[in-house]
């Protein structure tokens, strides 16, 4: 019977020898997650905050300017004659942040537009499917640079 025991006793401590080099692992690669995310963070925000700057000297610069208002960005805000697809992505794209549904309403209204919510939370999917926009979670999209597929 000894020699059963001492092999029950030998695979408990290899099993307890594997477990320990998992946790090991799970421990490094958790922590390689936690800097990559936090690098994401930032990047994130440096990337909001340059698109910030360039609207503001964008919207500084005569509308002739090169490097001035040009392509589909609506620097003056007026979005009130844009049709609701392109105002929310102009809403979503120009944020440099992830939006809920809510925010881009709020955005719009705020912006001169009234649309009806639902309308705005099917036009969001419809962007995202298309790539136009991000979706960076369940109900929550950003600039189409930042989304990722759910």
């Known amino acids: 019977m000894t020699s059963v025991a001492s092999c029950c006793t030998i695979g408990l401590v290899i099993l307890q020898d594997e477990l320990a080099k998992l946790d090991d692992i799970i421990k490094k690669e958790s922590g390689l997650l936690d800097e990559l995310v936090s690098q994401i963070t930032l990047q994130r925000a440096r990337l909001a905050g340059l698109k910030e700057q360039r609207r503001t000297l964008a919207a500084a610069m005569p509308v002739g300017a090169p490097?001035?208002?040009?392509?589909?960005?609506?620097?003056?805000?007026?979005?009130?004659?844009?049709?609701?697809?392109?105002?929310?992505?102009?809403?979503?794209?120009?944020?440099?942040?992830?939006?809920?549904i809510s925010d881009v309403v709020r955005e719009l209204?705020?912006?001169?537009?009234?649309?009806?919510?639902?309308?705005?939370?099917?036009?969001?999917?419809?962007?995202?499917?298309?790539?136009?926009?991000?979706?960076?979670?369940r109900g929550i999209y950003g600039p189409a640079a930042e989304g990722a597929s759910e």
Do not use: C, F, H, W
């Open 67 to 100: 490097g001035g208002q040009r392509g589909s960005s609506v620097l003056n805000d007026d979005i009130t004659k844009l049709t609701m697809t392109d105002a929310i992505k102009e809403v979503v794209n120009s944020a440099g942040r992830a939006m809920r």
């Open 109 to 137: 209204k705020e912006r001169g537009r009234n649309d009806n919510p639902n309308s705005v939370s099917v036009t969001l999917n419809y962007l995202a499917n298309a790539g136009d926009i991000g979706k960076v979670g």
